[in-house]
Protein backbone atom coordinates (compact mmCIF):
# COMPACT_ATOMS: atom_id res chain seq x y z
CA UNK A 1 0.00 0.00 0.00
CA UNK A 2 1.21 3.36 -1.35
CA UNK A 3 1.62 6.01 1.35
CA UNK A 4 3.59 9.11 2.94
CA UNK A 5 2.14 8.54 6.30
CA UNK A 6 3.24 6.24 8.76
CA UNK A 7 1.12 3.57 9.88
CA UNK A 8 0.75 3.29 13.78
CA UNK A 9 -0.88 0.39 15.05
CA UNK A 10 -3.38 1.93 17.82
CA UNK A 11 -4.25 -1.45 19.31
CA UNK A 12 -0.88 -2.12 21.03
CA UNK A 13 1.16 0.02 23.76
CA UNK A 14 -0.65 2.30 26.12
CA UNK A 15 -4.43 2.64 26.29
CA UNK A 16 -3.97 6.01 27.31
CA UNK A 17 -1.20 6.81 25.16
CA UNK A 18 -3.18 5.30 22.30
CA UNK A 19 -6.06 7.32 23.16
CA UNK A 20 -4.19 10.57 23.19
CA UNK A 21 -1.97 10.55 20.42
CA UNK A 22 -4.90 9.69 18.22
CA UNK A 23 -7.78 12.12 19.67
CA UNK A 24 -5.82 14.99 19.64
CA UNK A 25 -6.08 15.47 16.40
CA UNK A 26 -9.70 14.76 16.11
CA UNK A 27 -10.14 17.33 19.22
CA UNK A 28 -8.87 19.85 16.62
CA UNK A 29 -10.60 18.94 13.74
CA UNK A 30 -14.15 19.42 15.19
CA UNK A 31 -13.24 22.14 17.44
CA UNK A 32 -12.10 23.74 14.16
CA UNK A 33 -15.60 22.36 12.62
CA UNK A 34 -17.32 24.05 14.97
CA UNK A 35 -15.21 27.19 15.10
CA UNK A 36 -17.10 27.78 11.41
CA UNK A 37 -20.52 28.23 12.51
CA UNK A 38 -19.79 30.05 15.74
CA UNK A 39 -17.50 32.08 13.58
CA UNK A 40 -20.56 32.90 11.36
CA UNK A 41 -22.93 33.54 14.17
CA UNK A 42 -20.72 36.32 15.75
CA UNK A 43 -20.67 38.19 12.68
CA UNK A 44 -24.50 37.41 12.16
CA UNK A 45 -24.93 38.37 15.53
CA UNK A 46 -24.18 42.55 13.97
CA UNK A 47 -27.12 41.92 11.77
CA UNK A 48 -29.64 41.94 14.33
CA UNK A 49 -31.78 39.49 16.73
CA UNK A 50 -33.87 38.22 13.72
CA UNK A 51 -30.91 37.07 11.62
CA UNK A 52 -29.94 35.27 14.68
CA UNK A 53 -32.84 34.17 15.29
CA UNK A 54 -33.55 32.74 11.51
CA UNK A 55 -29.99 31.28 11.32
CA UNK A 56 -30.42 29.14 14.53
CA UNK A 57 -32.84 27.80 13.69
CA UNK A 58 -32.66 26.92 9.74
CA UNK A 59 -28.67 25.43 11.30
CA UNK A 60 -30.81 23.27 13.42
CA UNK A 61 -32.78 22.14 10.37
CA UNK A 62 -29.58 21.67 8.51
CA UNK A 63 -27.91 19.77 11.51
CA UNK A 64 -30.80 17.51 11.61
CA UNK A 65 -29.78 16.75 7.81
CA UNK A 66 -26.06 16.73 8.65
CA UNK A 67 -26.84 13.53 11.35
CA UNK A 68 -28.56 12.09 8.95
CA UNK A 69 -25.79 12.47 6.46
CA UNK A 70 -22.81 11.41 9.61
CA UNK A 71 -25.03 8.50 10.88
CA UNK A 72 -25.07 6.95 7.21
CA UNK A 73 -21.08 7.46 7.20
CA UNK A 74 -21.02 5.64 10.62
CA UNK A 75 -21.37 2.26 9.00
CA UNK A 76 -18.01 3.55 6.85
CA UNK A 77 -16.41 3.87 9.70
CA UNK A 78 -17.15 0.93 12.14
CA UNK A 79 -16.50 -1.45 8.90
CA UNK A 80 -13.25 0.06 7.89
CA UNK A 81 -12.06 0.37 11.22
CA UNK A 82 -12.93 -3.32 12.12
CA UNK A 83 -10.88 -4.25 8.47
CA UNK A 84 -8.00 -2.18 9.42
CA UNK A 85 -7.98 -3.88 12.87
CA UNK A 86 -8.12 -7.18 11.35
CA UNK A 87 -5.10 -6.23 8.92
CA UNK A 88 -7.25 -6.12 5.99
CA UNK A 89 -6.60 -2.97 3.46
CA UNK A 90 -8.56 -4.47 0.68
CA UNK A 91 -11.32 -4.84 2.51
CA UNK A 92 -11.61 -1.53 3.56
CA UNK A 93 -10.45 -0.49 0.60
CA UNK A 94 -13.76 -1.74 -1.32
CA UNK A 95 -15.97 -0.79 1.78
CA UNK A 96 -14.95 2.76 0.55
CA UNK A 97 -15.79 2.16 -2.98
CA UNK A 98 -19.66 1.52 -1.61
CA UNK A 99 -19.93 4.90 0.48
CA UNK A 100 -19.83 6.89 -2.71
CA UNK A 101 -23.06 5.09 -3.36
CA UNK A 102 -24.53 6.29 -0.25
CA UNK A 103 -23.16 9.57 -0.44
CA UNK A 104 -25.06 10.31 -4.12
CA UNK A 105 -28.14 9.08 -2.33
CA UNK A 106 -28.42 11.41 -0.02
CA UNK A 107 -27.11 14.78 -2.25
CA UNK A 108 -30.29 13.80 -4.32
CA UNK A 109 -32.26 14.00 -1.10
CA UNK A 110 -30.70 16.96 0.51
CA UNK A 111 -30.67 19.18 -2.32
CA UNK A 112 -34.84 18.11 -3.35
CA UNK A 113 -35.75 19.37 1.01
CA UNK A 114 -33.19 22.26 0.55
CA UNK A 115 -34.89 23.59 -2.94
CA UNK A 116 -38.64 22.53 -2.26
CA UNK A 117 -39.54 22.64 1.58
CA UNK A 118 -37.53 25.28 3.04
CA UNK A 119 -40.08 28.20 4.16
CA UNK A 120 -42.67 25.15 4.84
CA UNK A 121 -40.19 23.12 7.31
CA UNK A 122 -39.28 26.79 9.04
CA UNK A 123 -42.96 27.39 8.97
CA UNK A 124 -44.03 25.26 10.94
CA UNK A 125 -41.99 26.39 14.39
CA UNK A 126 -44.50 29.64 14.15
CA UNK A 127 -41.14 31.78 13.72
CA UNK A 128 -41.83 35.57 13.24
CA UNK A 129 -42.19 36.52 9.59
CA UNK A 130 -38.32 38.38 9.55
CA UNK A 131 -36.92 35.36 10.64
CA UNK A 132 -38.38 32.96 8.70
CA UNK A 133 -36.68 35.00 5.98
CA UNK A 134 -33.68 35.21 7.29
CA UNK A 135 -33.76 31.26 7.62
CA UNK A 136 -34.73 30.38 4.55
CA UNK A 137 -32.19 31.99 2.48
CA UNK A 138 -29.64 30.47 4.89
CA UNK A 139 -30.97 26.89 5.03
CA UNK A 140 -31.72 27.03 0.96
CA UNK A 141 -27.84 27.22 0.27
CA UNK A 142 -26.70 25.22 3.05
CA UNK A 143 -29.00 21.63 2.24
CA UNK A 144 -28.60 22.19 -1.57
CA UNK A 145 -24.51 22.69 -0.95
CA UNK A 146 -24.66 19.37 1.30
CA UNK A 147 -22.81 17.11 -1.17
CA UNK A 148 -19.83 18.94 -0.39
CA UNK A 149 -20.31 17.90 3.41
CA UNK A 150 -20.65 14.36 2.02
CA UNK A 151 -17.11 14.92 0.28
CA UNK A 152 -15.73 15.57 3.35
CA UNK A 153 -17.14 13.31 5.50
CA UNK A 154 -16.16 10.59 3.45
CA UNK A 155 -12.59 11.25 3.03
CA UNK A 156 -12.53 12.33 7.14
CA UNK A 157 -14.13 8.87 8.21
CA UNK A 158 -12.28 6.61 5.74
CA UNK A 159 -8.96 9.06 7.08
CA UNK A 160 -9.64 8.67 10.61
CA UNK A 161 -10.84 4.85 10.67
CA UNK A 162 -7.86 3.45 8.76
CA UNK A 163 -5.71 5.25 11.46
CA UNK A 164 -4.86 8.24 9.95
CA UNK A 165 -6.27 11.57 12.62
CA UNK A 166 -3.35 13.73 11.34
CA UNK A 167 -3.99 14.40 7.96
CA UNK A 168 -8.02 15.21 8.47
CA UNK A 169 -6.70 18.03 11.09
CA UNK A 170 -4.52 19.37 8.74
CA UNK A 171 -6.92 19.39 5.86
CA UNK A 172 -9.39 21.03 8.82
CA UNK A 173 -6.50 23.74 9.34
CA UNK A 174 -6.40 24.78 5.89
CA UNK A 175 -10.46 25.10 4.94
CA UNK A 176 -11.50 26.73 8.16
CA UNK A 177 -8.80 28.93 7.76
CA UNK A 178 -10.20 30.34 4.66
CA UNK A 179 -13.72 30.16 5.81
CA UNK A 180 -12.83 32.33 8.83
CA UNK A 181 -11.53 34.68 6.55
CA UNK A 182 -14.16 34.74 3.96
CA UNK A 183 -17.19 35.40 5.61
CA UNK A 184 -17.49 38.71 6.95
CA UNK A 185 -16.34 39.72 3.29
CA UNK A 186 -19.73 37.59 1.95
CA UNK A 187 -22.16 38.91 5.23
CA UNK A 188 -21.05 42.33 5.01
CA UNK A 189 -19.83 42.86 0.73
CA UNK A 190 -16.51 43.99 1.77
CA UNK A 191 -14.04 44.34 -1.17
CA UNK A 192 -15.22 43.34 -4.25
CA UNK A 193 -17.69 41.00 -2.83
CA UNK A 194 -21.40 41.51 -2.95
CA UNK A 195 -23.30 41.83 0.20
CA UNK A 196 -25.03 39.16 0.80
CA UNK A 197 -26.12 39.16 4.65
CA UNK A 198 -26.66 35.33 5.56
CA UNK A 199 -26.71 34.08 2.24
CA UNK A 200 -22.98 34.73 2.53
CA UNK A 201 -22.60 32.99 5.41
CA UNK A 202 -23.86 29.73 3.35
CA UNK A 203 -22.22 30.55 1.18
CA UNK A 204 -19.21 30.55 2.90
CA UNK A 205 -19.80 27.09 4.66
CA UNK A 206 -20.19 25.85 0.96
CA UNK A 207 -17.10 26.60 -0.33
CA UNK A 208 -14.55 25.83 2.12
CA UNK A 209 -16.41 22.25 2.84
CA UNK A 210 -15.80 22.06 -1.04
CA UNK A 211 -12.26 22.69 -0.63
CA UNK A 212 -11.90 20.37 1.88
CA UNK A 213 -13.41 17.60 0.63
CA UNK A 214 -12.21 17.73 -2.61
CA UNK A 215 -8.19 18.29 -1.06
CA UNK A 216 -9.24 14.70 1.48
CA UNK A 217 -10.21 12.62 -1.54
CA UNK A 218 -7.03 14.28 -3.96
CA UNK A 219 -4.94 12.24 -0.65
CA UNK A 220 -6.76 9.37 -0.17
CA UNK A 221 -6.77 8.55 -3.89
CA UNK A 222 -2.76 9.54 -4.22
CA UNK A 223 -2.31 7.36 -1.67
CA UNK A 224 -0.88 10.58 0.42
CA UNK A 225 -2.60 8.39 4.03
CA UNK A 226 -2.43 5.00 5.23
CA UNK A 227 -5.62 3.74 2.74
CA UNK A 228 -5.31 4.30 -1.56
CA UNK A 229 -8.96 3.33 -2.39
CA UNK A 230 -9.44 3.50 -6.70
CA UNK A 231 -12.70 3.13 -8.65
CA UNK A 232 -10.98 0.61 -11.01
CA UNK A 233 -13.35 -2.58 -11.17
CA UNK A 234 -15.79 -1.00 -9.19
CA UNK A 235 -19.11 -2.77 -9.05
CA UNK A 236 -22.08 -2.35 -7.00
CA UNK A 237 -21.71 -4.63 -4.02
CA UNK A 238 -25.27 -4.93 -2.34
CA UNK A 239 -24.30 -6.74 0.43
CA UNK A 240 -21.56 -4.38 1.72
CA UNK A 241 -23.98 -1.73 1.09
CA UNK A 242 -26.58 -3.18 3.27
CA UNK A 243 -24.21 -3.72 6.10
CA UNK A 244 -22.88 -0.56 6.22
CA UNK A 245 -27.10 0.86 5.94
CA UNK A 246 -28.01 -1.34 8.57
CA UNK A 247 -25.36 -0.10 11.12
CA UNK A 248 -25.68 3.62 10.04
CA UNK A 249 -29.67 3.86 10.16
CA UNK A 250 -29.89 3.82 13.70
CA UNK A 251 -26.74 5.75 13.95
CA UNK A 252 -28.58 8.12 11.55
CA UNK A 253 -32.12 8.53 13.69
CA UNK A 254 -29.42 8.48 16.93
CA UNK A 255 -28.30 11.75 14.79
CA UNK A 256 -31.21 13.27 14.50
CA UNK A 257 -32.97 12.80 17.64
CA UNK A 258 -29.86 14.66 19.12
CA UNK A 259 -30.59 17.46 16.92
CA UNK A 260 -34.73 17.39 16.48
CA UNK A 261 -35.91 17.95 19.79
CA UNK A 262 -34.00 21.49 20.48
CA UNK A 263 -35.57 22.11 16.92
CA UNK A 264 -38.65 20.86 18.52
CA UNK A 265 -37.88 22.85 21.95
CA UNK A 266 -38.33 26.12 19.50
CA UNK A 267 -42.17 25.62 19.41
CA UNK A 268 -42.02 26.05 23.47
CA UNK A 269 -39.45 29.49 23.72
CA UNK A 270 -41.05 30.92 20.40
CA UNK A 271 -44.23 32.30 22.22
CA UNK A 272 -41.82 34.55 24.43
CA UNK A 273 -40.31 36.76 21.61
CA UNK A 274 -37.52 36.99 19.29
CA UNK A 275 -35.55 37.92 22.30
CA UNK A 276 -35.90 34.70 23.90
CA UNK A 277 -35.45 32.47 20.57
CA UNK A 278 -32.21 34.39 20.18
CA UNK A 279 -30.89 33.65 23.50
CA UNK A 280 -31.86 29.60 22.88
CA UNK A 281 -30.35 29.79 19.38
CA UNK A 282 -27.07 31.40 21.19
CA UNK A 283 -26.32 29.28 23.54
CA UNK A 284 -27.03 26.09 22.19
CA UNK A 285 -24.18 27.51 19.68
CA UNK A 286 -22.34 27.61 22.99
CA UNK A 287 -23.17 24.54 23.89
CA UNK A 288 -22.21 22.32 20.71
CA UNK A 289 -18.59 24.12 20.86
CA UNK A 290 -18.71 22.49 24.34
CA UNK A 291 -19.78 19.13 23.57
CA UNK A 292 -17.54 18.80 20.55
CA UNK A 293 -14.46 17.80 22.75
CA UNK A 294 -16.69 14.94 23.74
CA UNK A 295 -18.00 14.08 20.56
CA UNK A 296 -14.53 14.30 19.07
CA UNK A 297 -13.44 11.62 22.30
CA UNK A 298 -16.54 9.64 21.58
CA UNK A 299 -15.79 9.34 17.69
CA UNK A 300 -12.05 8.85 18.41
CA UNK A 301 -12.73 5.92 20.93
CA UNK A 302 -15.50 4.41 18.54
CA UNK A 303 -12.39 4.07 16.03
CA UNK A 304 -10.47 2.52 18.82
CA UNK A 305 -12.83 0.36 19.66
CA UNK A 306 -13.15 -1.05 16.51
CA UNK A 307 -10.01 -1.40 15.35
CA UNK A 308 -9.43 -3.38 19.13
CA UNK A 309 -12.48 -5.57 18.93
CA UNK A 310 -10.94 -6.64 14.80
CA UNK A 311 -7.90 -6.98 16.39
CA UNK A 312 -9.68 -9.60 19.82
CA UNK A 313 -9.09 -7.19 22.31
CA UNK A 314 -12.27 -6.11 23.61
CA UNK A 315 -11.01 -5.41 27.08
CA UNK A 316 -8.83 -2.86 25.73
CA UNK A 317 -11.77 -1.46 24.28
CA UNK A 318 -13.47 -1.31 27.21
CA UNK A 319 -10.83 0.71 28.97
CA UNK A 320 -10.37 3.34 26.59
CA UNK A 321 -14.26 4.31 26.88
CA UNK A 322 -14.07 5.04 30.27
CA UNK A 323 -11.00 6.32 30.59
CA UNK A 324 -12.03 9.16 27.64
CA UNK A 325 -15.42 9.69 29.47
CA UNK A 326 -13.32 10.49 32.72
CA UNK A 327 -11.13 13.03 30.52
CA UNK A 328 -13.58 14.89 29.04
CA UNK A 329 -15.97 15.08 32.35
CA UNK A 330 -12.35 16.33 34.51
CA UNK A 331 -12.29 19.29 31.43
CA UNK A 332 -16.16 20.12 32.08
CA UNK A 333 -15.96 21.02 35.69
CA UNK A 334 -12.97 23.71 34.56
CA UNK A 335 -14.74 25.02 31.87
CA UNK A 336 -18.20 25.19 33.83
CA UNK A 337 -16.47 27.43 36.66
CA UNK A 338 -15.19 29.56 33.83
CA UNK A 339 -18.85 30.00 32.44
CA UNK A 340 -20.69 30.34 35.52
CA UNK A 341 -18.26 33.13 36.71
CA UNK A 342 -18.46 34.59 33.14
CA UNK A 343 -21.91 34.39 31.42
CA UNK A 344 -22.24 37.48 30.25
CA UNK A 345 -18.85 37.72 29.00
CA UNK A 346 -19.24 34.69 26.81
CA UNK A 347 -22.34 35.72 25.44
CA UNK A 348 -21.11 39.37 24.71
CA UNK A 349 -19.08 37.57 21.80
CA UNK A 350 -22.33 36.99 19.92
CA UNK A 351 -24.35 40.16 20.89
CA UNK A 352 -24.43 43.46 22.73
CA UNK A 353 -28.03 43.84 22.79
CA UNK A 354 -29.05 44.31 26.78
CA UNK A 355 -31.90 42.03 27.08
CA UNK A 356 -30.49 39.26 24.96
CA UNK A 357 -27.17 39.40 26.68
CA UNK A 358 -29.48 39.08 30.29
CA UNK A 359 -31.72 36.13 28.95
CA UNK A 360 -28.95 34.13 27.42
CA UNK A 361 -26.72 34.29 30.37
CA UNK A 362 -29.26 32.99 32.46
CA UNK A 363 -29.86 30.25 29.75
CA UNK A 364 -26.24 29.60 29.68
CA UNK A 365 -25.84 29.15 34.04
CA UNK A 366 -28.85 26.46 33.64
CA UNK A 367 -26.69 24.85 31.07
CA UNK A 368 -23.57 24.18 33.34
CA UNK A 369 -25.22 20.73 34.31
CA UNK A 370 -25.73 19.47 30.63
CA UNK A 371 -21.52 19.73 30.51
CA UNK A 372 -21.06 17.66 33.73
CA UNK A 373 -23.16 15.31 31.62
CA UNK A 374 -21.75 15.18 28.39
CA UNK A 375 -19.33 12.88 29.19
CA UNK A 376 -21.45 9.63 29.72
CA UNK A 377 -24.03 10.65 27.49
CA UNK A 378 -21.71 11.52 24.26
CA UNK A 379 -18.71 9.60 25.06
CA UNK A 380 -19.80 6.38 26.05
CA UNK A 381 -22.66 6.03 23.50
CA UNK A 382 -20.31 7.05 21.05
CA UNK A 383 -17.53 4.45 22.11
CA UNK A 384 -20.66 2.16 21.07
CA UNK A 385 -22.05 3.01 18.11
CA UNK A 386 -18.49 2.87 17.02
CA UNK A 387 -18.06 -0.61 17.83
CA UNK A 388 -21.13 -0.94 15.68
CA UNK A 389 -24.02 -1.63 18.08
CA UNK A 390 -26.34 1.39 17.15
CA UNK A 391 -29.44 0.01 18.15
CA UNK A 392 -29.37 0.08 21.64
CA UNK A 393 -28.17 3.92 21.18
CA UNK A 394 -31.12 4.79 18.84
CA UNK A 395 -33.86 3.30 21.07
CA UNK A 396 -32.27 4.98 24.43
CA UNK A 397 -32.24 8.32 22.84
CA UNK A 398 -35.51 7.94 21.20
CA UNK A 399 -37.12 7.06 24.43
CA UNK A 400 -35.63 9.80 26.51
CA UNK A 401 -36.19 12.73 23.85
CA UNK A 402 -39.90 11.44 23.41
CA UNK A 403 -40.75 10.44 27.35
CA UNK A 404 -38.66 12.51 29.15
CA UNK A 405 -37.74 15.85 26.99
CA UNK A 406 -41.01 16.91 25.22
CA UNK A 407 -43.00 16.41 28.21
CA UNK A 408 -40.98 17.97 30.77
CA UNK A 409 -40.34 20.92 28.45
CA UNK A 410 -44.22 21.47 28.08
CA UNK A 411 -44.58 21.35 32.06
CA UNK A 412 -42.12 23.57 32.49
CA UNK A 413 -42.71 26.33 30.10
CA UNK A 414 -46.05 26.24 29.57
CA UNK A 415 -47.59 25.01 32.96
CA UNK A 416 -45.30 25.90 35.87
CA UNK A 417 -44.37 29.33 34.96
CA UNK A 418 -40.70 29.44 34.76
CA UNK A 419 -40.93 30.27 31.11
CA UNK A 420 -38.50 29.69 28.19
CA UNK A 421 -35.73 29.00 30.71
CA UNK A 422 -38.22 25.17 31.16
CA UNK A 423 -36.48 23.96 28.14
CA UNK A 424 -32.90 24.09 29.44
CA UNK A 425 -34.23 22.08 32.66
CA UNK A 426 -36.27 19.40 30.04
CA UNK A 427 -32.91 19.04 28.51
CA UNK A 428 -30.69 18.12 31.45
CA UNK A 429 -33.25 15.76 32.38
CA UNK A 430 -33.45 13.71 29.32
CA UNK A 431 -29.81 13.88 29.38
CA UNK A 432 -29.78 12.57 33.01
CA UNK A 433 -31.95 9.76 31.78
CA UNK A 434 -29.76 8.73 29.00
CA UNK A 435 -26.58 8.96 31.01
CA UNK A 436 -27.83 6.34 33.60
CA UNK A 437 -28.75 3.55 30.74
CA UNK A 438 -25.75 4.56 28.20
CA UNK A 439 -23.26 3.87 31.66
CA UNK A 440 -25.28 1.23 32.24
CA UNK A 441 -25.12 -0.55 29.43
CA UNK A 442 -21.69 -0.03 28.78
CA UNK A 443 -20.47 -1.78 31.69
CA UNK A 444 -22.40 -4.91 30.58
CA UNK A 445 -20.27 -5.05 27.58
CA UNK A 446 -23.07 -6.71 25.35
CA UNK A 447 -21.33 -4.42 22.85
CA UNK A 448 -18.26 -6.12 22.45
CA UNK A 449 -19.51 -8.98 20.78
CA UNK A 450 -21.62 -7.08 18.35
CA UNK A 451 -20.83 -8.48 14.91
CA UNK A 452 -21.06 -5.99 11.63
Known amino acids: MSSTTPRRDWTKGSVGGSLWGFSWPIIVSQSLGMMGPTIDMIWVGKLGSAAVAGVGVSSMVVQIMSSLGMGLFTGLRVMVSRFVGAGDTEGANHVMQQAFVISGAFFVFSVTVGLLFTEQILGVFGVAPEVLTEGAAYMRIMLAGMVTMSMLRISESSMQASGDSVTPMRISVFYRLLHVVLVPFLIFGWWIFPRLGVSGAALTNVISQALGGGLGLWFLFSGRTQLKPTLRNFHLDRSIIWRMVKVGIPSAITGIQRTFPYLVLVWFVSPFGTVALAAYQLTRRIAGFIMNPASSLGRSTGILAAQNLGAGQSDRAERSGWLAMGFYTAAAMIVSVAVWFWAEGVIGIFST ?35 GDTFPIMLATLLSMWLVQFPLGYFLTQVSGIGPYGVQWAIIGALAARGTFFAIYFRMGRWKHKEV
Open 353 to 387: EPGLVEVAATFLRIQIVSYLLFGVVVVLSMCVEGS
